[in-house]
């Protein structure tokens, strides 16, 4: 049973026998006096409905009309104080020290959720650029061909770039022609890139905003300038590696398989993967 699950039965057992709690601070395990919460907070108290006394908040956290000025609750407190076996009823000051206990657990799923990502990434042998997302499938290529290179090699890869909106393709598209690299003799598609290039050249307003309305306006049609706009390549970073490094990221891709095209291009500096 994970931690807020505990903490929750022991305060439903608390409920049930109205007994006084500072409920953000037994979820800390923490003394309430050593956070100076005082006796206020400590001896919030849980009262039990009659046929006289108020009805419990509803599931969605909005007090019915006999409550009307009551402290709203979260929902997901609200739910689990109205699955007690007695339904039960909260006082302002309950309400308020929940709604504290909801942010407190809110944070720690928060810093849980961080630390489990860390630790994918740290068993991944290869790292990705902030922002960087890529397709599942497209995700396991490159965790096999970043394994056999981290076998090979002991270096991790790191991945630039991978599935691109219109405006992530425009901005790769316009930092290239900033380089001055031939983005025409790079894509297959000459018309759909001399439409980009138009719109790059003339036109009011930023010119990636430009570039990626056409590319947007392009896709509409079923038109993909690139593999990128399909989640169906990668960029991998290039500098720093040596001759050997180069050799075996393409015998890890030679071994992996599913690579349609493989390119190392120079402006920026990178090897682009296209995948079938």
């Given amino acids: 049973m994970v931690r807020t699950e505990r903490f929750w039965l022991c305060l439903l057992i608390g409920i049930s026998l109205s007994t006084s709690v500072a409920a953000s ?25 009659s046929e006289s006394s108020p009805a419990p908040l509803s599931p969605t956290g909005t007090a019915p009309a006999n409550l009307a000025g009551q402290p ?12 007690a076996p007695t339904p039960l009823a909260v006082t302002p000051e309950i309400a308020s020290a929940l709604t504290e206990l909801d942010a407190v657990v809110a944070a720690d799923r928060k810093k849980a ?28 290529k490159v965790a096999a061909i970043a394994k056999i290179y981290r076998a090979k090699t002991g270096k991790r890869l790191l991945v630039t770039s991978g599935t691109r909106s219109a405006f992530s ?21 000459k018309g759909a890139v001399r439409e980009i290039l138009a719109a790059y050249k003339r036109g009011s307003g930023s010119a990636v905003e ?15 300038i690139s593999r ?15 001759a050997s490094d180069k050799r075996a990221l ?12 493989f390119l190392e291009e120079s402006k920026p500096p990178h090897f682009h993967l296209e995948f079938n």
């Fill in 25 to 49: 601070h037994w979820y800390r395990g923490e003394d309430p006096a050593a956070r100076g919460l005082g006796a206020t907070a400590a001896g919030v108290l849980l009262s039990l409905p």
């Fill in 72 to 83: 709203r609750l979260p929902a997901w407190i609200d739910a689990t104080l109205r699955s």
């Fill in 210 to 224: 430009r570039m990626a309305n056409v590319i947007r306006s392009q896709t509409e049609r079923g038109v993909y």
């Fill in 250 to 261: 393409r015998e890890a891709v030679r071994q992996v398989g599913g690579v349609s095209n």
């Fill in 113 to 140: 959720a961080e630390a489990k990502a860390r630790k994918a990434a740290a068993r991944r042998d290869f790292d990705m650029n902030p922002g960087v997302t890529l397709a599942p499938r497209i995700e396991a």
């Fill in 169 to 189: 393709q425009a901005r790769a598209m316009h930092n290239k022609l900033r380089l001055g690299d031939n983005v025409l003799g790079l894509y297959r598609n």
């Fill in 228 to 242: 990128h706009l399909r989640a169906g390549a990668v960029d991998l970073r290039s500098r720093g590696l040596t």
